[in-house]
């Protein structure tokens, strides 16, 4: 397990068990981590990237699917998936492992 640092496109994304998704009214989604009561809101896309953080997932996985989805550049997919996750990951919500 790693945290911090530079996330390599082929880093493995671990959602931590002791985090809660909540989804609200407004199509947000209320990410609670249950050890700290730490809670984090997030968008649709945010859930989106939760759910695919489940430890089969690599970074570069993510951004395809992202690309797929939603038309903006690739570039800047992974520079927004880069700095989301790695707020995540600061949190402690999420985890990467090298693949």
Not at 41 to 63: F, K, R, T, Y
Not at 77 to 83: F, K, S
Request: proline share 3%; with cysteine.
């Amino acid at each position: 397990m790693l945290s911090g640092g530079e996330l390599s496109g082929t880093d493995l994304l671990l959602r931590h068990r002791e985090v809660d998704r909540n989804p609200l009214p407004d199509q947000t989604v209320l990410l609670f981590q249950k050890d700290t009561s730490l809670a984090v809101p997030v968008n649709q896309v945010g859930a989106a990237i939760w759910e695919m953080c489940d430890g089969a997932h690599s970074l570069d996985q993510i951004v395809d699917k992202l690309a797929e989805t939603y038309d903006q550049e690739r570039s800047r997919i992974e520079q927004d998936l880069r700095t989301f996750l790695g707020e995540l990951i600061r949190l402690g919500f999420v985890e990467r492992r090298c693949a």
